[in-house]
């Protein structure tokens, strides 16, 4: 469907983007690649009077490494792909970026754009929420930090008030010899995942799993850590034998739900596989 | 109602259109580049796909708003004055089309692909392509002029 009416804004500075939503009082939207917004629109799920395009504000598209990863707000998913430097810095980073949508989407497509749409099945709110990142963000009465699992309160619900603009995400620093995983399964490449599975961990000096992140999306309202494979696999040595059963007992007591795409019961037994592929291939990774 | 400026296949276009027009409108109307072809209109579909600033986007998912002052390449670009280019001539000689409605959608996004990576293999010509629906011929013959096509790139 051709998209609703509305008003457009490009605003020069984050303080003119801030003082746009201010005047619209919670009735506008801020648009960077638009690949999430646009069909919104189409759909009339969303109907703001006023876009405010953030695409002429400096200093959003930066992707910083000191330690820390810090993506700008506006970093595309084509520029994690492209950049070498992360193939060592956030190789989980890169990896879970290759599943994001289409090559014409991720040409486009931004970083905070999908944090602030919080799709339950994507991608890289999952990831923000099973590696622990943190969000930053700025309104008219200050900045302030959100941690990835406390920003996602819904489908589609985040913590930002409507005057509020996210200005980027730190991944904590990757530590060298990090292993991990990344699965998911939909039925078209490049389609939201019916379930998916993302795991890292270090080994210690004993060969024994040490701080172990294990999330999980496609599944219900948000995306959520697995603390009970965590748990489990924690201070272990891995082997196949533990995958198996963690895969199996990690998701007996996961809230699921069911949707048009796949039921509970089968996203419970797809989340399993995911799972102990994702610890699978992990064991391959990091070296 | 705004003013936009954009640089379609080299010729510059000024136009008062609404805010919410979108890039594939803008395209296809006032400069009448109707080889652009719109379908779902949600970005699903890729059928919109053109290029901007050397990158395949979907033109259903930009607005003309977004496009200002940027560089716009539509399938009528490939062809230079009665000639196919080679990716046009090699989807001809593989039959990769039939009804031809995804087919500018399908070539904008190979050409972009090309450009960018002429050491292109085929597992990564099938994961670009499956963000373009064909309803027609398959996908091989596709794939075929693709590989084909890009000893032309590079």
């Known amino acids: ?10 605003p020069a500075t984050l303080s003119e983007a801030i003082a746009l939503l201010v005047a619209a009082d919670g009735e506008a939207k801020l648009l960077s690649g638009g690949q999430s917004l ?30 820390d990863v810090r993506l700008g707000a506006r970093v595309r998913w084509c520029d ?54 943190v969000i930053s963000t700025v309104a008219a009465n200050g900045s302030r930090t959100v941690a990835a699992e406390d920003f996602f309160l819904g489908p589609l619900v985040t913590v930002l008030e409507p005057d509020e603009i996210i200005t980027g995400i730190s991944f904590p620093a990757w530590k060298a010899g990090r292993r991990f995983g990344f699965q998911e399964f939909a039925r078209r490449r490049g389609d939201f995942a019916i379930a998916g599975a993302i795991v890292h961990y270090d080994v210690d000096a004993w060969g024994r799993m040490a701080d172990v992140h294990v999330g999980a999306f496609g599944l219900g309202d948000t995306p959520i850590r697995l603390q009970v494979a965590e748990s489990l696999l924690d201070g ?39 799972l102990m592929r994702a610890l699978q291939s992990s064991s391959r990774s990091g070296d | 109602m705004m003013q936009i400026g954009i640089t379609i296949n080299n010729v510059s276009y000024e ?37 901007v600033d ?4 979907r033109s259903c998912l930009m607005l003309a708003a977004q496009a ?28 990769a089309l039939q009804c031809g409605f995804c087919t500018s959608g399908i070539l904008m996004t190979m050409h972009a692909l090309l ?20 309803r027609c011929t398959g996908y091989q013959p596709i794939v075929d002029a693709v590989m084909e096509a890009k000893q032309s790139y590079g």
């Open chain 2, 68 to 95: 200002e002052g940027r560089q716009i390449e539509t399938v009528e670009s490939l062809a230079g004055d009665g000639e196919l280019s080679p990716l046009q001539a090699a989807f001809r000689k593989h039959h």
């Open chain 1, 38 to 67: 646009m069909p919104m629109l189409a759909f009339r799920m969303a109907t703001p009077t006023v876009l405010v395009d953030l695409r002429k504000v400096e200093g959003l598209d930066a992707i910083e490494i000191n330690g």
């Open chain 1, 236 to 274: 272990q040595q891995p082997t196949a034998e533990l995958f198996e059963r963690v895969a199996a007992a990690a998701t007996e007591d996961v809230e699921i739900q069911d949707d048009i795409h796949a039921d509970a019961e089968y996203r419970r037994s797809l989340l399993g596989t995911m």
């Open chain 2, 115 to 134: 450009r960018d990576e002429p050491d292109v293999d085929e597992e990564r010509v099938r994961e670009v392509l499956s963000g373009n629906l064909c």
């Open chain 2, 54 to 57: 050397g990158a395949a986007v």
């Open chain 2, 15 to 51: 136009r008062e259109v609404p805010a919410r027009t979108t890039l594939a409108d803008f395209i296809r109307g006032l400069p009448g580049l109707t080889g652009t072809h719109v379908a779902c209109e949600h970005g699903v579909c890729g059928a919109c796909t053109v290029v």
């Open chain 1, 1 to 10: 469907m051709k998209l609703p009416e509305f008003e457009y804004r490009s």
């Open chain 1, 80 to 133: 994690i792909e492209k950049d070498q430097r992360l193939a060592t810095a956030h190789p989980l980073l890169q990896e879970a970026v290759r599943h994001i949508a289409h090559y014409q989407i991720r040409n486009s497509g931004t970083v905070g754009g999908s944090l602030a749409h919080a799709d339950p099945a994507a991608e890289f709110p999952a990831l923000a929420v099973a590696c622990g990142a």
